[in-house]
């Protein structure tokens, strides 16, 4: 048997993680700033995390929703305390692409429009409902015809949003572009955008698979903007490790939908919402959006006073913990650099190298990212960047 994959090989076997760090099978430690693409912002195999998805496992694995259960009610209780503003109402799903197709659904149910509204360099999901509000050709072309209509409007362009239309059922919008090329939107974009959608009825939609649970500084990335979405979508981070997403919504939205408009099989079992109890609860004790602030701030001016002297250093961006550095060349070697530097990261965009770190990195850790950038930019440099 060979196991499908669609990645490129990094050309390891890892065999263990703890916190930030992971191991290969010949015992060399890496430090994770890939973390499985943001999944292990608090920490692989985080303690609390690790203790409550196992005692949960001598209770029960499986139950669907139409049963009550005790887990789920304790992890009402702790997202109350980080739930987005408004919004009372939660539904489990298993990855991220799932928690954006019911947002679509829902959008489209309690608007009773068609038509999306997406951005350039989104990306959303590899599913039908999502490939279809993710801006690369590449991923969609194969696969059309999609979900439509979608128009694509330039991010961070308040010009390009008067071509929000009534009759458009949701914009979905990340607000900080992950994949995309670790994007934050501007101030003055997110009010205009929350502003034009309020004006033409339309639901705006955080997708925040990436962005959210603490990662940026907030615990979601769009109370950056003083701005309220109407549906939030979570995934990634949210169950520590574990693989589970949500949709959060407000009862206006929630309470016009019926028995039958959605449904999952395993979305919300208990060992997900043991999960996603457990990380809460670190969220909030160990005080993660504050650590991810104040540490992010200090990972950007490291890298910033590495890197000021080398040319093909186009831009240093991000907020809080997810961090990219901009190259005018291809970000391929530098990421191999890194590797063999025993530092993982990941790319984004076209030229971007992206740092999802787990919130736990430390002052020594960066200090060995930001020397190893050093070499990889400086190795990309001497051979043109391929
Ligand atoms: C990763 C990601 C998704 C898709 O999540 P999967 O768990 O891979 O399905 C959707 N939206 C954003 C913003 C993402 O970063």
């Known amino acids: 048997m060979k196991l499908i994959t669609f990645y490129g090989s990094r050309g390891l076997r890892?065999?263990?993680?703890?916190?930030?760090?992971?191991?290969?099978?010949?015992?060399?430690?890496?430090?994770?700033l890939h973390s499985g693409h943001g999944v292990a912002f608090l920490g692989h195999r985080n303690k609390r995390v690790v203790e409550y998805i196992k005692s949960q496992m001598d209770e029960i694995m499986t139950l669907t929703?139409?049963?009550?259960?005790?887990?789920?009610?304790?992890?009402?209780?702790?997202?109350?305390?980080?739930?987005?503003?408004?919004?009372?109402?939660?539904?489990?799903?298993?990855?991220?692409?799932e928690a954006v197709e019911m947002a679509m659904k829902v959008a489209r149910k309690t608007t009773g429009r068609k038509k999306f509204i997406a951005?350039?360099?989104?990306?959303?999901?590899?599913?039908?409902?999502?490939?279809?509000?993710?801006?690369?050709?590449?991923?969609?072309?194969?696969?059309?015809?999609?979900?439509?209509p979608v128009d694509f409007l330039e991010f961070n362009k308040i010009e390009d949003l008067k071509k929000i239309d009534n009759e458009t059922a949701a914009v979905i919008f990340e607000p900080v572009q992950g994949e995309g090329g670790v994007i934050p939107a501007t101030n003055d974009f997110a009010k205009a955008l929350r502003e034009e959608t309020q004006k033409?009825?339309?639901?705006?939609?955080?997708?925040?698979?990436?962005?959210?649970?603490?990662?940026?500084?907030?615990?979601?990335?769009?109370?950056?903007?003083?701005?309220?979405?109407?549906?939030?979508?979570?995934?990634?981070?949210?169950?520590?490790?574990f693989p589970v997403s949500a949709v959060f919504l407000p009862d206006d939205i929630a309470n016009r939908l019926g028995e039958g408009d959605h449904g999952t099989t395993y979305g919300g079992n208990p060992l997900a919402a043991a999960a996603v109890t457990a990380a809460t609860r670190v969220l909030k004790e160990e005080r993660v959006p504050e650590q991810a602030k104040v540490k992010g701030e200090l990972f950007m001016r490291m890298l910033r006073d590495a890197l000021a002297d080398f040319k093909s250093l186009r831009e240093i961006r991000g907020l809080g913990l997810m961090i990219?550095?901009?190259?005018?060349?291809?970000?391929?070697?530098?990421?191999?650099?890194?590797q063999e530097q025993g530092v993982l990261a990941l790319?984004?965009?076209?030229?971007?190298?992206?740092?999802?770190?787990?919130?736990?990195?430390?002052n020594q850790d960066m200090e060995l990212a930001v020397n190893a950038v050093r070499k990889g930019v400086s190795e990309t440099e001497s051979k043109g960047g391929t």
Do not use: C
């Not at 263990?16 to 890496?30: A, L, P, S």
């Not at 360099?121 to 999609?146: A, C």
């Open 65 to 97: 929703t139409a049963f009550d259960n005790p887990i789920r009610e304790e992890m009402l209780r702790e997202l109350d305390d980080v739930k987005p503003d408004g919004m009372d109402n939660v539904f489990l799903l298993n990855g991220g692409t």
């Open 14 to 32: 890892i065999v263990k993680g703890e916190n930030q760090y992971v191991w290969d099978d010949k015992g060399k430690k890496y430090l994770d």
């Open 200 to 241: 033409k009825g339309v639901l705006l939609i955080s997708d925040e698979v990436q962005a959210g649970f603490g990662r940026t500084g907030k615990v979601w990335a769009y109370q950056h903007f003083n701005i309220t979405p109407d549906i939030l979508t979570a995934g990634k981070a949210i169950g520590g490790g």
């Open 324 to 338: 990219g550095v901009d190259l005018r060349l291809n970000p391929g070697l530098a990421i191999k650099v890194l």
């Open 347 to 362: 790319k984004a965009g076209i030229t971007v190298i992206r740092f999802l770190a787990p919130f736990m990195i430390t």
């Open 119 to 148: 951005f350039r360099n989104s990306f959303h999901g590899r599913t039908m409902g999502s490939l279809s509000v993710t801006w690369n050709k590449k991923y969609r072309d194969p696969f059309e015809p999609l979900v439509g």
